[in-house]
């Protein structure tokens, strides 16, 4: 059964930083890109960010660029997302996901930037 | 960035009638659309893929049609269940991108 686990969202200072894991099984991880999705509340989905499954090709929102960085590590099944320089339009609900077309969805991790 | 435009905002439709949702993009995706549900408190689940494919488990009433710029998700007979937020999402471009969502309400 493929899940993905994502931790590491919390409360945090706008102009601060975070790291979001998202730890996957049940699948061959290096097989497959791997992309961040956020949801904002009440809002629709945007995606964040996205990493092929060997790092070689990367992308990222324009909200997000040069703030931003995802990576991976194929050895732990992980996917990073750092988050720098956080603003308070960050605030979302960050879910993992596997391949272009995501099934199954995370129960995502909650980030909330505030004073 | 390839723009998809979901239409309408909000659908009202009486259990058991037909629900026809409709998605466009700003230029050609072939065919790598997908739709997704998102009920209230949970995370979207995927539908379709590949514009018409339903995903495993998804009940037949979920039929996709579409290619090119013009997608279409249609709900045969609307079950108590259907009432949620429907998503179209291209994957032929990074950065991929979502509409903004139609709710499906009872009408």
């Known amino acids: 059964e493929v899940q993905l686990v994502e931790s590491g969202g919390g409360l945090v200072q706008p102009g601060r930083s975070l790291r979001l894991s998202c730890a996957a099984s049940g699948f061959t991880f290096d097989d497959y890109a791997m992309h961040w999705v956020r949801q904002a509340p009440g809002k629709g989905l945007e995606w964040v960010s996205g990493i092929s499954w060997n790092s070689g090709s990367i992308g990222y929102a324009d909200s997000v660029k040069g703030r931003f960085t995802i990576s991976r590590d194929n050895a732990k099944n992980s996917l990073y997302l750092q988050m720098n320089s956080l603003r308070a339009e960050d605030t979302a609900l960050y879910y993992c996901?596997?391949?272009?077309?995501?099934?199954?969805w995370g129960q995502g991790t909650l980030v909330t930037v505030s004073s | 960035e390839i723009v998809m435009t979901q239409s309408p905002a909000t659908l009202s439709v009486s259990p058991g009638e037909r629900a026809t949702l409709s998605c466009r993009a700003s230029q050609s995706v072939s065919s790598n659309l997908a739709w997704y549900q998102q009920k209230p408190g949970q995370a979207p689940r995927l539908l379709i893929y590949g514009a018409s494919t339903r995903a495993t488990g998804i009940p037949a009433r979920f039929s996709g049609s579409g290619s090119g710029t013009e997608f279409t998700l249609t709900i045969s007979s609307l079950q108590s269940e259907d009432f949620a937020v429907y998503y179209c999402q291209q994957y032929n471009n990074w950065p991929l991108t979502f509409g903004q969502g139609t709710k499906l309400e009872i009408k």
């Open positions: 996901a596997k391949d272009d077309w995501f099934d199954p």
